[in-house]
């Protein structure tokens, strides 16, 4: 106990009790608990200093403590620990940045900088898409992953003590946890702080549902108890006879918000949830196998009900998480849901990414502000995911939101925009509109009139001036950034001087061709060939690029030759690429490949409507489109990618009618089971071109090439697909390159 005269004496948990029972070193740095201690020491002098208390009317650095303590419950080091105690003083006290780096080296200042940088935002997002965004801009600013993790921990002991602050700024953060904060512990697979935030949250929107389900869960607990218990010992009995090992086992009331969620979804009135509770079993081995003997058992004992058995040990949730969930049919009739999964699977779902810190750092090797401590658990991370074919999804979002080149700002109406790095006002300006683009005539960046070229960066905020008769320059070429704001400007120069460009292209190619030459030329149907090989639709189209340096002279030579060699296949339709892919000629479909050969990639099929990305092909076979989460895309190098996007202006000129797609659908195997899949494919117009079994003791394993207009017929028939019986999962897949 630390007290102090005037004060309430402070409660100190055991382990940092134990820091500050270390004695601190007189010189070199502070290292551990040392380090711990001192950062209290600092912490609560200057709150002290402040007087500040917190809204309960505790000494303010009850919360620091409790924020730490959260932190050392998912096994934080040293360097996150100090930042947990230290995090609200350069908000609240006279401590500068600079203080605390001299006291507690860069990598506690850089945590609690970026803690504080966090703070400053009003997350009041109007839209899920806007959430979605702020969730992104803050994976963004972080850029250290620890400093959202000490976030959550500072808002999870703010949400446990809401009750003190007014209604108004209660609902507020209530509201602001439930679509920011509770999604990214989710996404940090940190289920611990998850449930709790959603509850909470939970708790102080829905007052009167929360109430009412809280009052049926207590309500109904003996009853239940009872049963729980029966099962949990039939369960213990039939594993023993088995020989599995078992660390744990036990039955838990279900978080209040996912009833709350399961009641909306389902339609269902209180008293008609009957699964309140689930039993959770943890083996004491690290052999996923086990896991399914388990689940033999455990169908063994009760019955299944069909369709609700899930295999995320197979099919890990894009956040990691592992387990298998069943339904079976309790001894009281009521369904009982049944987890089944290993120590480690344990740590992960309760931990996330921090589980790692768990099994590593206990021992507290990290030096402070090493890369170690850092990013160790990245690498961790990114090899759990190698073997992980499903886990794609999470890297584009934890990966792609810590190192990927995005900036985002702010509209002055408070909406997020995110932007390639290196963006300038005009590429936002085009990202609002085109028609603010085409007028931009200066910009402000937080107030402030800037350059056009002046680069953006995260949280400022960002406003376009117009005029009715400014227009784009060719010089803004040179430093926008986005490749939708390059064509654009492309673009309108294109139309508004259309004209002048073809006379100009004409002028290129009668200085190359002589006057006569050119004549000839364009007479014979050559031309126009090498026109349509360049991806344009006329002869003046291909002329007005060449007149506005879109496509150079020599490219159009070049063709020219090739057209003219007996030989050539070059006038002929365009053969495809390779097996797998096609071969377009039309009018760009995509933007940012203008005046170059492409063909969609076999191994991943791109949709239009989904990200993509261009590679530039090892010998000459021009650019491949390839989906951005292609996984063929890791080991191409940067130099070779190519930024390209759907051209959404363009519906459906030239098109292809249809794209090929594979698909894997996962089911247990049973009579009809394909006939089904194929029945609902084709209820949603979708004709399939190949199909491929792979059985696999009581799964089956269905590879299906289908044809598809877009990712909307994709998406809807994959719903249908997972609706049937005993399917398991239905996703795209990439073939290797
Ligand atoms: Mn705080």
Wanted: glycine share 6%; aromatic share 8%; hydrophobic share 35%.
């Amino acid at each position: 106990m630390v007290s102090s005269p005037a004060l309430q004496p402070i409660e100190i948990p055991t382990w940092l009790g134990e820091c500050l029972a270390t004695p601190l070193p007189t010189t070199g740095p502070l290292e551990e608990k040392a380090l711990i201690r001192a950062a209290f020491e600092f912490a609560h002098q200057h709150h002290r200093e402040k007087e500040q208390k917190r809204a309960s009317g505790e000494e303010y650095i009850v919360h620091p403590i409790a924020v730490a303590t959260l932190l050392h419950s998912l096994g934080a080091g040293p360097e996150m620990l100090a930042a947990g105690l230290l995090h609200d003083i350069v908000e609240d006290t006279q401590a500068s940045l600079e203080d605390l780096e001299q006291q507690f080296g860069p990598g506690v200042r850089s945590l609690v900088e970026g803690v504080t940088k966090l703070s400053k935002f009003n997350f009041s997002s109007k839209t899920e898409r806007q959430a979605e965004n702020f969730r992104r801009m803050f994976l963004a600013m972080a850029q250290d992953i620890r400093v959202i993790v000490v976030k959550l921990a500072d808002r999870l002991h703010n949400m446990r003590t809401l009750e003190h602050l007014g209604e108004d700024k209660r609902r507020r953060i209530a509201r602001e946890t439930r679509e920011i904060f509770a999604p990214l512990a989710n996404r940090l697979g940190i289920g611990q702080f998850k449930w709790e935030l959603e509850d909470l949250a939970f708790k102080y929107l829905e007052p009167e549902q929360y109430r009412q389900i809280q009052e049926l869960v207590v309500e109904k607990r003996s009853d239940r108890q009872l049963y729980l218990d029966q099962a949990v010992l039939t369960f213990r009995q039939r594993l023993g006879e088995a020989g599995v090992a078992i660390a744990d086992i036990s039955g838990r009331p279900k978080h209040l918000y996912s009833i709350y969620q399961k009641m909306q979804r389902q339609h269902k009135e209180f008293g008609d949830i009957y699964d309140l509770s689930a039993i959770r079993i943890i083996l004491d081995t690290d052999r996923e196998r086990d896991c399914y003997t388990v689940l033999a058992v455990v169908h063994d004992s009760f019955k299944p009900i069909p369709g609700r058995f899930k295999d995320y040990i197979a099919l890990p949730k894009p956040n990691c998480y592992q387990s298998l969930h069943t339904v079976v049919i309790g001894e009281s009739g009521y369904p009982l849901e049944v987890q089944i999964r290993t120590l480690e699977m344990h740590q992960v779902a309760e931990y996330g990414i921090a589980a790692h810190w768990k099994y590593k750092e206990s021992g507290g090797s990290n030096k402070p502000g090493g890369d170690d401590e850092k990013f160790t658990w990245l690498r961790q991370l990114l090899e759990w995911q190698s073997d992980l074919k499903d886990a794609q999804e999470y890297l584009d979002t934890v990966k792609g939101g810590l190192f990927d080149e995005d900036v985002y700002v702010f509209t002055p109406k408070g909406d997020v925009v995110s932007l390639t790095r290196g963006s300038t006002g005009v590429d936002f300006a085009y990202r609002i509109h085109t028609e603010v683009g085409n007028h931009c005539a200066g910009v402000r960046i937080n107030g402030r009139m800037v350059p056009l070229n002046t680069q953006l960066k995260n949280g400022d905020i960002v406003q376009v001036i117009t005029q009715k008769n400014s227009h784009p320059s060719l010089d803004w070429l040179d430093f926008v950034s986005t490749e939708a704001a390059r064509s654009r400007i492309r673009q309108w120069y294109k139309k508004s001087c259309r004209e002048e460009n073809i006379n100009r292209g004409r002028e290129i190619l009668e200085g190359e061709l002589g006057k006569n030459g050119f004549e000839t030329l364009r007479k014979s149907p050559r031309l126009l060939a090498v026109a349509e090989r360049c991806n344009y639709q006329s002869v003046d189209d291909l002329l007005a690029a060449l007149g506005y340096g879109e496509v150079t002279l020599g490219l159009v030579v070049n063709r020219l030759r090739d057209a003219a060699r007996p030989e050539s296949s070059a006038l002929e339709m365009p053969r495809p690429m390779r097996e797998t892919g096609e071969v377009w000629r039309p009018k760009s479909p995509i933007l940012g490949v203008e005046g170059l050969v492409y063909h969609l990639a076999g191994c991943c099929n791109p949709l239009p409507g989904e990200e993509i990305i261009g590679v530039v092909t090892l010998g000459n076979r021009g650019i491949s489109i390839h989906r951005q989460s292609c996984e063929n895309l890791h080991s191409i190098p940067g130099d070779r990618l190519l930024p390209v996007t759907w051209n959404d202006h363009d519906t459906n000129r030239g098109r292809p009618l249809t794209y090929p797609v594979n698909v894997q659908v996962s089911a247990i195997d049973r009579v009809g089971i394909l006939k089904d899949v194929l029945a609902r494919l084709a209820d949603s117009s979708i004709n399939v071109r190949n199909v491929n079994l792979t059985f696999n003791e009581e799964l089956v394993s269905i590879d299906l090439c289908i044809e598809v207009k877009d990712r909307d017929q994709v998406e809807r028939a994959f719903a249908q697909v997972r609706k049937l019986q005993d399917v398991l999962s239905v996703r795209r897949v990439c073939r290797e390159a």
